[in-house]
Each structure stands twice: as structure tokens, then as C-alpha cells.
T-cell receptor, first 118, second 110 residues
Framework: GAVVSQHPSRVICKSGTSVKIECRSLDFQATTMFWYRQFPKKSLMLMATSNEGSKATYEQGVEKDKFLINHASLTLSTLTVTSAHPEDSSFYIC??????????????FGSGTQLSVL | RKEVEQDPGPFNVPEGATVAFNCTYSNSASQSFFWYRQDCRKEPKLLMSVYSSGNEDGRFTAQLNRASQYISLLIRDSKLSDSATYLCVVNDGSQGNLIFGKGTKLSVKP
């Protein structure tokens, strides 16, 4: 079964609205969570890295005021796309790094969120 | 600039064929290497890690050449279900973050 739960799987919203995406680690504590964005036929691009209880580290070119990341607990990180515009339409995926019993430290991916901004 | 380069393909092969993908990486400090498989609009799934001595998992063989900064994936006796995009993934060395290649698309035909 899934070890990282990401919701929602699909969002269609109007331009100017804010969208929150949740990423939860199941049965393990995620010391670090990563947020990626993938445009059609492009590679996964790391947006930011977050550690529980501290501010996220954003990659160059990613606006931290537009993409708000909260990692309030060891099992939950959220990405909020504020004032979304059509160019923000993309596939957003989270991943969580942590120790899973019997599997050591691994990186697990959420199932992704397809965001479409009209 | 830290990059991972792959031939985007597509590779169109018949069932049963052997197909090989290559990947080069620019950061000589990278220590960990992986092949992931990604189906359309799905999350990437780890296919296999790549070790210096080379490793095999069933029909899949991965090779690493550190001197040339080159990784390969060989798929033997390809199945229809192997159709997917294969991502070469390298850690960036300094912070342990993963750098993804753009992927190589494989299409296995009956």
C-alpha cells in the first residue's frame, strides 16, 4: 500500500484562487519532504525541501511567497499555491524521506496532484 | 550547472527485444544513482539502485561508470508492460537531493 498519501489528486480552479496540496507520510516519520513540479514532457523539478519545524529551502527561481510550504509535523507537509495563474498548471508531486520498518531509509513519492488553472 | 542527461526517445521496440538506455551526469561528487520508472501522470517508482559493481534484477541490468560519469539500464525480453518513461536519477552530492533526468520513453509493441 501507499506509504505517502497526497491529496487532492486533481484540482481545477479559477485564476487568482489559492490551492492547498497535502502530503502525509503513513506509518513513518518523514524527516524531510520534497516538493516537485513536472510540466508535460519535462523532468521532475525540485521546488523546495522542507524539514519538520523549520522553514523550507527553495530552489533558485521558485517564489517562496507564491508557493507556501508548511511542514508542521513529522507526518504532514502542505504546499499552497497562492493566487494561482494558468502558468502554474502542472503536476505537483511530494516525496518524503524517512525510515520505514524493514526497509531502512527510503524516499517515497506521493501519487501527485494535477493542477489546472483556468 | 548540475545536470542529468538522457536520450528522450521514444524507443519503439517489439516484444522480446533487448533495449538499452544511457544517462550521463555532470556532478562528479554524486554518490547514489537510481533508475525510476514513471507511467503517464503517475508518481515515479523506484526500479533499481545502481551500484559500482553493476547489478541485475531479473530482466533489468544497471551499470555505472564513474570515470565517464555514465549510467546504463538494459532491459531484456521486453514486455508490453515495460512501456513507460525511465528516469535516471542522481543525488547532487552536496545536499543529498535527487536530480532527475528528463526521462527516456519506451514503447513496447506487440
Amino acid at each position: 500500500g501507499a506509504v505517502v498519501s497526497q491529496h487532492p489528486s486533481r484540482v481545477i480552479c479559477k485564476s487568482g484562487t489559492s490551492v492547498k496540496i497535502e502530503c502525509r507520510s503513513l506509518d513513518f516519520q518523514a524527516t524531510t519532504m520534497f516538493w516537485y513540479r513536472q510540466f508535460p514532457k519535462k523532468s521532475l523539478m525540485l521546488m523546495a525541501t522542507s524539514n519538520e519545524g523549520s522553514k523550507a529551502t527553495y530552489e533558485q527561481g521558485v517564489e517562496k511567497d507564491k508557493f507556501l510550504i508548511n511542514h508542521a509535523s513529522l507526518t504532514l507537509s502542505t504546499l499552497t499555491v497562492t493566487s494561482a495563474h494558468p502558468e502554474d498548471s502542472s503536476f505537483y508531486i511530494c516525496s518524503a524521506r524517512g525510515h520505514l520498518r524493514g526497509k531502512g531509509e527510503k524516499l517515497f513519492f506521493g501519487s501527485g496532484t494535477q493542477l489546472s488553472v483556468l | 550547472r548540475k545536470e542529468v542527461e538522457q536520450d528522450p526517445g521514444p524507443f519503439n521496440v517489439p516484444e522480446g527485444a533487448t533495449v538499452a538506455f544511457n544517462c550521463t551526469y555532470s556532478n562528479s561528487a554524486s554518490q547514489s544513482f537510481f533508475w525510476y520508472r514513471q507511467d503517464c501522470r503517475k508518481e515515479p517508482k523506484l526500479l533499481m539502485s545502481v551500484y559500482s559493481s553493476g547489478n541485475e534484477d531479473g530482466r533489468f541490468t544497471a551499470q555505472l561508470n564513474r570515470a565517464s560519469q555514465y549510467i546504463s539500464l538494459l532491459i531484456r525480453d521486453s514486455k508490453l508492460s515495460d512501456s513507460a518513461t525511465y528516469l535516471c536519477v542522481v543525488n547532487d552530492g552536496s545536499q543529498g537531493n535527487l536530480i532527475f533526468g528528463k526521462g527516456t520513453k519506451l514503447s513496447v509493441k506487440p
